[in-house]
Every structure is written in C-alpha cells, then in structure tokens.
C-alpha cells in the first residue's frame, strides 16, 4: 500500500509538472536528487564529476518528463535515464584515462610507495586513511566495464531487486543476476589478491597515505569525501533486499550515503531558474520520440 501510495503521489506530481506547475516539477527532481548524486558518484567514481552529472540527468528527466507512461515506478525510470546517461558519459576523468584491475594491481605493488616520508601535514592518520578507503573503493569501480559496473552499483549498494534492475538495464532478470555474479567475483578476486579488506597483506589504507599524498590522490586538508553529509539509509518502497552479500561486497555495501553537495544543489536551482516548461511540456510526437531514446 505505501509503494502504491508514493507511485500516485508521484503521478500527481508529474501530471502537475506537466501541466506548468513549477513547485510540483522542483518537487519531483528533488524526490530523484539524492538517488541520483549517489548513483554518479559511484559510477563515475569523483564528486565532481557526480555534481555535473547530477544537473544533466535532471534536465534529461524534466525534458523526457512527457514520456513517462507510469508503466513503473517513477523511481525506476529516473534510474533508466540516470543509468542511460552515466554509460554514455564522455567527460568525466576516467572517460580519457581507462582504469583495470592489472593497472590499479600494479599501481598497489608499485615499490616507490615503501620509501615516503610522512607527508600527513599533522592530519590525524585515521582520517586520512578512511578518505583513502573511500576514495580508493569508488575509484576502484572504474576497473569494471561500464555494464559490469551499472549491476555492481545497483545490486551490491543500491540493493535493487533483480527485476527492478533488469528493467532499469534492458536485460531479463536472469541476465542481470549472471552480470552481477560475474563483476562480484571479478572484484572478489581482485580484493582478496591485493586489499586488506579482501584478507591480504598486500595494502593497507593507512599504509599507503603518505605515498597518495606524494602522487597527489590525497590532499590532507582537502577531503572531499570528509566534507559530504552522510544521509541515513533510507528503505526506499521500490528497493527491495538481494540475495545474502558477500563478504568482499560488504566492503562496498558499507559505503556511506551522501547528501547532494551544495554545488550539486545549486546547479539544479540554476536549472530550475533557466528551464523551459515548454521543453518539459513539448508535443506528442516530442514526446514518442524522447521516449524511444529513453
């Protein structure tokens, strides 16, 4: 009864927006702003690529608005045009600098690391290194191909049920269910070789931030992670528990989650200010034709 209850309150609000309504159309992107900054971040694996990310899906949201024919949760298709976005994204830092699992393994056995003198700049080492952990597991995702990583974040932090996801990925659910297992074996296999987390002795976090700080990957008075508000987990109608995680996944399924940054929001209010209820409204035909795309 409440999932019923908050996809009609989601259709009322749309049928608003639609219709010029532009407390109801700011109503809607901000139910959708926090799901959206989160799934960036984690696909995109910096802040702020997630913050231009973020405004560019909630114009395609607010232009494709028209499309949507409640055929589904409004939260799942939001999830379709972010996911749609996010993998064909050519922007952001990792688009012009691919990262794999044998470079970011080579990268951790790299010998310079043993020899740098304590850069921490009297930072408490703790805090450094939960920075490092942070920084280190998003950029992780990156080694994973853009299908392998949009299963990974949707089943092991965003704990979407497999028909959800399927849905959102235009796959069956027993082709969403192979993907996952294949990308949590390969991050398995990755994480037990080489993290301190997988039960190696390889790398440690608090090990390597002095050898971070020397190649510029950690700033000791800027942690941007440190500087997000974490948002309570919230039980979203449409998400429901996945199989039992893993335990090398439990590593990426205690992530917090964030509260969209300041210039995250401010770029939805500077969209907000420019948009053009005419684009959201659009034609019939505008519409088919976004919807095909979508």
């Known amino acids: 009864m409440q999932a019923e209850h908050s996809d009609t309150t989601s259709y009322d609000l749309i049928d608003q927006a639609i219709a010029g309504d ?45 499309a949507f024919r409640k055929e589904s949760a409004f939260s ?3 999830y ?26 080579a990268d951790i056995c790299d010998e310079r690391a043993r020899d ?31 299908d392998s990583r949009c299963a990974y974040v949707l089943g092991t932090m965003f704990k979407v049920d497999s028909a959800t996801a399927a849905d959102v990925l235009g796959i069956t659910p027993e082709a969403y269910r192979q993907r996952l297992s294949r990308a949590r074996k390969t991050v398995a296999a990755f994480l037990s070789a080489y993290c301190q987390h997988g039960g190696s002795e390889t790398c440690s976090c608090e090990r390597r931030v002095n050898f971070a700080i020397a190649t510029h990957r950690l700033a000791p008075h800027d942690l941007e992670y440190s500087r997000l508000t974490e948002s309570e987990r919230a039980e979203d109608a449409f998400v429901e528990a996945m ?37 959201v409204v659009g034609t019939a035909a505008t519409a088919d034709q976004a919807a095909s795309h979508v």
């Open 22 to 66: 532009s407390l109801a159309l700011e109503k809607l992107l901000a139910s959708t702003h926090e799901l959206v900054f989160n799934l960036s971040l984690r696909f995109l694996g910096t802040v702020h690529d997630a913050e231009d990310a973020t405004q560019e899906i909630a114009v395609k949201i607010m232009t494709h608005l028209s």
């Open 76 to 78: 799942t298709w939001a």
């Open 80 to 105: 379709r045009i972010a996911v749609n976005h996010l993998k064909d994204c050519r922007t952001h830092q990792f688009a012009h600098a691919p990262f794999s699992f044998e470079m970011y393994g």
């Open 116 to 146: 740098v003198p304590d850069l921490s700049e009297g930072v408490e080492r703790n805090l450094l290194a939960r920075e490092l952990k942070l920084s280190c597991t998003n950029v992780m995702l990156q080694c994973l191909d853009a």
């Open 243 to 279: 199989d039992e995680l893993d335990g090398y996944a439990c590593l990426f399924d205690e992530l917090p989650t964030y509260r969209p940054t300041p210039r995250a929001k401010e770029l939805l209010d500077a969209c907000m200010k420019t948009a053009s209820f005419a684009t």
